[in-house]
């Protein structure tokens, strides 16, 4: 039964919600909804990954900030040396890669800190919090980068076979979190690592490498996050994704992953995504104050720690 709360508190959810707006139950807001929550579910199942070691990354929503103010500087103004007389100019293709990939360089730096040296991954995540934060506003002067075309703009506007972009790429993301955990030897390492480190450690598990490769996954993961959000916006804005954190953290507890480590699933998040997703546009439907939504929303998260460890105990 407790593997199928959070599919049941979704079903709740949405018979709740569409008893009290008419508007909630249409196909135009079930797209809305799962367009908003894209951004969401890909950051959370790089958390999943992280939280299922029995850590905690507080930095992924300024990795999101950088990565998208580097990958919209590349576009459009590419890169002078005027030293050397040189000029690149990027591609969208070309940025966003290399704007994904400083995501995951990010992401493996949190990890090296916190194997090589034993920072607590609070610490050290926190610590990356500011550092990104700090390098987004010197890289974008403080102003947001607009105006980044139309081919970029795709990624986070366009449809493909009737689905929103940004849909596809988190179900493909999805899709190969799921294989990654569920049918490779480094999924077993990551699930072993979360529920004793030690007996791990013993067994053989080369614990700092799947943990730098778990951080890096999600630094990455946040990137991609930050591609969607600065193609949607056609903008990448110095203060995007404020808080982000939190509500990845809060889409994977309410999906049932422990934050003891150990325990919990990639569908888990994504449905933990959906509830938050669907909670905050049902809120708004129903024009609820922006003040009770934030007290909404903490409740149903602290509803679901206190289920998280009255579960612990079962086990």
Do not use: H
Request: a positive charge; glycine letters at 14%; proline letters at 3%.
């Amino acid at each position: 039964m407790a593997k199928f709360q959070s599919l049941i508190a979704l079903l709740l959810l949405c018979l709740v919600l569409s008893l009290l707006s008419d508007r909630f139950l249409t196909l135009a807001n079930g797209w809305n909804v799962m367009r908003q929550v894209s951004v969401n579910i890909c950051i959370s199942v790089g958390m999943t990954l992280v939280i299922l070691t029995a850590g905690i990354d507080l930095s992924v929503g300024s990795i999101l900030a950088l990565c998208g103010a580097v990958t919209a500087s590349l576009i459009k103004n590419g890169i002078a040396i005027e030293g050397l007389n040189l000029y690149i100019g990027f591609a969208p293709l070309g940025a966003v890669i290399l704007g994904v990939g400083l995501g995951f360089g990010l992401g493996w730096f949190n990890g090296w800190t916190i194997t090589r040296f034993k920072v607590p991954p609070f610490v050290a995540t926190l610590a990356m919090l500011t550092i990104a934060r700090g390098l987004t506003m010197l890289w974008t002067g403080g102003f947001p980068i607009n105006g980044l075309g139309e081919d970029f703009a795709f990624l986070g506007t366009g449809w493909f076979l009737g689905i929103p972009m940004p849909v596809w790429i988190t179900a493909v993301i999805v899709a190969l979190a799921t294989l990654l955990t569920k049918k490779t030897k480094f999924g077993r390492y990551v699930y072993a690592i979360g529920g004793n480190e030690r007996a791990a450690r013993l067994s053989g598990i080369n614990i700092s490498r799947v943990k730098m490769t778990v951080y890096a996954i999600a630094g990455g993961l946040a990137a991609v996050g930050g591609m969607i959000v600065t193609s949607r916006l056609d903008s990448a804005q110095p203060n995007a994704g404020i808080s982000y954190e939190l509500d990845a953290i809060a889409a994977v507890v309410i999906g049932g992953t422990s934050l003891s480590g150990g325990r919990g699933t990639i569908m888990g998040a994504v449905l933990g995504g959906i509830i938050i997703g669907v909670l905050n546009n049902g809120l708004v439907l129903l024009n609820v104050s922006p003040f009770w939504q934030q007290v909404v929303k903490g409740a149903v998260i602290l509803l679901a720690v206190v289920i998280d460890k009255m579960n612990s105990k079962e086990d």
